[in-house]
């Protein structure tokens, strides 16, 4: 089973003032630092996808914030194992021994989420995040 790929960078700007003279100085409270959301190589976040083949078959790909993905096929056939990012694409690597890592190459996300990615082998999918679960 084909999988997709992706993660960003998330870059910080910090600004520094010293106190005037005679003044005391304030006493500063440091927040820790948030942990950076798992995002596609692309930049799309972490979540649940809707995959479309070149012949228009549709699997579902739930990209976890851990690290970890669960495929399912249209015929209800699972896969499982981790993704990253690596050299600028998205990988998957499955759970299965000998795995090795399946890549993908992103394009820009459209203005509704959608992107298509290429596999090294040369595969193109178009992906799209899933419609929210009624409830």
């Not at 399912?72 to 890592?101: M, N, Q, Y």
């Not at 399946?102 to 040369?122: K, L, M, N, R």
């Amino acid at each position: 089973m084909k999988k997709l790929a992706i993660i960003a960078g998330l870059g910080l700007l910090a600004a520094c003032s010293k106190p005037a003279p005679n003044e005391p100085a304030a006493e500063e409270t440091v927040a820790a630092p948030e942990a950076a959301a798992a995002t596609t190589a692309n930049g799309s976040a972490a979540g649940t996808y809707t995959v479309v083949t070149a012949d228009g078959t549709t699997a579902t790909s739930v990209l976890n914030a851990d690290g970890t993905f669960t495929d399912t096929a249209a015929d209800g056939t699972v896969a499982e194992g981790t993704w990253a990012v690596v050299d600028g694409k998205t990988c998957f690597t499955g759970k299965e021994e000998g795995a090795k890592p399946e890549c993908w190459t992103e394009s820009a996300p459209g203005a509704d989420g959608s992107f298509t990615a290429t596999s090294d082998s040369g595969e193109t999918i178009t992906v799209k995040p899933a419609p929210a679960a009624a409830g």
